[in-house]
């Protein structure tokens, strides 16, 4: 059984930044983890993947260079610190992790996922 708790969302002014947090209670080894954003009347979006043993990530162009994701396999916690936010990076937040699969940014690769961590930016 996986529990994905995240943490860390806030309202912040553009150009700021925030670590985002996601717990696994139960301490389940997932083959991939990921961070998926959703705003209001659009769609579930991936923002970017990590494997969880070997690191590698694969980020979506629109945070390429501003947020980065980080794995913490002590703690089992994952990361995303967020750079350089900009008012089109609100959304709520959640965390996610697959069993299987090519660690993409596609939801439909995730089988836990957590309740979200609101994020809004102000211009």
């Known amino acids: 059984q996986v529990q994905l708790v995240e943490s860390g969302g806030d309202s912040v002014q553009a150009g700021g930044s925030l670590r985002l947090s996601c717990a696994d209670f139960f301490h389940h080894v997932s083959y991939c983890m990921g961070w998926f954003r959703q705003a209001p009347g659009k769609e579930r979006e991936g923002v970017v993947s990590i494997y969880t043993g070997g690191g590698r990530t694969h980020y979506a162009d629109s945070v390429n260079g501003r947020f980065t994701v980080s794995l913490d396999n002590v703690k089992k916690t994952l990361y995303l610190q967020m750079n350089n936010l900009k008012p089109e990076d609100t959304a709520t937040y959640y965390c996610?992790?697959?069993?299987?699969?090519?660690?993409?940014?596609?939801?439909?690769?995730?089988?836990?996922w957590g309740q979200g961590t609101q994020v809004t930016v102000s211009s």
């Open positions: 996610a992790a697959a069993k299987f699969g090519g660690c993409t940014l596609r939801s439909d690769e995730y089988n836990y």
